[in-house]
């Protein structure tokens, strides 16, 4: 009876750290860097994500097309109507698995590296991406998840090859590049 009780004892102490955890949309960020006439840049980020962990690790994160910005109000509008087609596809999202015991072991301040596959699902195409990820317990109601380096897209995996061509002579480009990087900052926190 003693070993059944202390066996629940610790299947509560484990479950809690992970029972609810969500994206804090406020403190987290995805955002992308688009190359174009070989030497500008831009930099767009997505700020309307919704997200969370399950208790068996399963990753859930919904980015919002919309949300889009780049600092250019006009070439916000053209990438999510003509590049990414909000109306139809109004979020990307993104799966994955954790593995959670070692993670929850972690004491507040400590890391952890690492790989993890996930799909990508944008304009109704899926994607398995290998992400090389850094996890920090900043205390104990909230984790920090980051891509230790940026997770390569290429346009034409999702069929968006004729559409970049197309922005691309429509605002006079001589090229854009197919390859995209793509970094995350997620804060999670307890619910």
Excluded at 7 to 21: E, G, H, I, R, S
Excluded at 86 to 93: L, T
Excluded at 156 to 177: E, K
């Amino acid at each position: 009876m003693h070993r059944v009780f202390a066996f629940l004892l610790a299947l509560l102490a484990v479950q809690p750290a992970w029972a609810d955890w969500r994206v804090d949309a406020e403190s987290s960020r995805v955002s992308f860097i688009a190359s174009k006439d070989a030497q500008q840049t831009d930099v767009g980020r997505f700020f309307g994500l919704l997200g969370d962990v399950d208790p068996a690790g399963h990753v859930r994160l919904q980015i919002e097309i919309d949300s889009l910005r780049t600092g250019s109000l006009l070439q916000d509008q053209r990438l999510r109507k003509e590049l990414f087609a909000s109306r139809r596809f109004p979020y990307a999202e993104v799966h994955a698995r954790l593995e959670l015991q070692p993670i929850s072991k972690l004491a507040p301040g400590a890391q952890m590296e690492l790989s993890v596959p996930a799909t990508l699902t944008l304009l109704g195409k899926e994607k398995v991406l290998n992400t090389e990820l850094l996890i920090t317990r900043l205390d104990d109601h909230r984790f920090q998840v980051v891509t230790l380096s940026p997770v390569v897209l290429d346009v034409t995996d999702f069929g968006l090859g004729p559409v970049v061509d197309s922005l691309r002579r429509s605002v006079g480009l001589q090229s854009v590049s197919q390859a995209v990087p793509v970094t995350a900052v997620l804060i999670l926190t307890e619910r």
